[in-house]
């Protein structure tokens, strides 16, 4: 056919006609004018997670868009890792910036356990409730030093919503052994998060022993 015949093959190592063949296709979509910027990105961003001199497809749930409020399209840039919109925790004065970081990615509560039905606990004197106070704070410190006894400096918390994830007391405990913490990990985002860093997700605090932290 005549579009056969006007075809040139194009190899993913030609990064510059890559880049002019997605500027193109971005000239007909509403940030057309934006082309320039995005293109290189969009190319670098497929390059990055594909074997240039052999790959024939790619796998773009690799590649993930995240999106932050305000700014302008000017603004986008590519990172050569995972970008977590929410962020590290900083109320208990935990650590923000980790280098050769130890990561886990745990899918348990640093809170104090409840029951699976909806009911009501009535203290009735002062003694009581500081007693129930220990106890909670016993359990939520064991967790955290099991936490920390695998070596963890980064620490991955999966939302729950059953209840919650972690306390201002866990977060405390942490800060305290100098963990960063970054919470509201979406169940949906573990799977990939998992497969970029090579992380083990743990499930229950009984299998701490068995995280092998990973540098990063």
């Given at each position: 056919?005549?579009?056969?015949?006007?075809?040139?093959?194009?190899?993913?190592s030609?990064r510059?006609?890559?880049?002019?063949?997605?500027t193109?296709?971005l000239?007909?979509?509403?940030?057309?004018?934006?082309?320039?910027?995005l293109?290189?990105?969009?190319?670098?961003?497929?390059?990055?997670?594909?074997?240039?001199?052999?790959?024939?497809?790619?796998?773009l749930?690799?590649?993930?868009i995240?999106?932050?409020?305000?700014?302008?399209?000017?603004?986008?840039?590519?990172?050569?890792?995972?970008?977590?919109?929410?962020?590290?925790k900083?109320?208990?004065?935990?650590?923000?910036?980790?280098?050769?970081?130890?990561?886990?990615?745990?899918?348990?509560?640093?809170?104090?356990?409840?029951?699976?039905?909806?009911n009501?606990?009535v203290v009735?004197?002062?003694?009581?409730?500081?007693?129930?106070?220990?106890?909670?704070?016993?359990?939520?410190?064991?967790?955290?030093?099991?936490i920390?006894?695998?070596?963890?400096?980064?620490?991955l918390?999966?939302?729950?919503?059953?209840r919650?994830?972690?306390?201002?007391?866990?977060?405390?405990?942490?800060?305290?052994?100098?963990i960063?913490?970054?919470?509201?990990?979406?169940?949906?985002?573990?799977?990939?998060?998992?497969?970029?860093?090579?992380?083990?997700p743990?499930?229950?605090?009984?299998?701490?022993?068995?995280?092998?932290?990973?540098?990063?």
């Open positions: 056919s005549i579009l056969q015949a006007c075809a040139q093959p194009v190899k993913l030609e510059e006609r890559l880049v002019d063949a997605v193109t296709c000239s007909s979509k509403v940030i057309s004018q934006n082309s320039e910027t293109a290189p990105l969009a190319v670098d961003a497929v390059l990055s997670v594909v074997d240039a001199s052999s790959a024939t497809t790619v796998d749930n690799t590649i993930k995240v999106k932050q409020v305000g700014g302008t399209i000017d603004d986008t840039e590519l990172v050569n890792g995972i970008v977590f919109a929410q962020g590290a900083k109320a208990a004065g935990g650590p923000t910036r980790v280098e050769n970081a130890k990561i886990g990615l745990i899918q348990f509560c640093l809170s104090a356990p409840k029951t699976d039905m909806e009501n606990v009735s004197d002062y003694a009581a409730m500081d007693r129930l106070l220990r106890e909670e704070r016993k359990h939520v410190l064991g967790l955290c030093k099991k920390k006894k695998c070596g963890i400096t980064v620490l918390l999966q939302k729950s919503i059953l919650d994830a972690y306390n201002d007391l866990s977060l405390h405990f942490l800060a305290k052994m100098g960063m913490v970054v919470a509201d990990i979406d169940r949906g985002s573990v799977s990939y998060i998992a497969e970029t860093l090579d992380l083990l743990v499930a229950h605090a009984s299998n701490c022993v068995y995280i092998l932290p990973q540098k990063r």
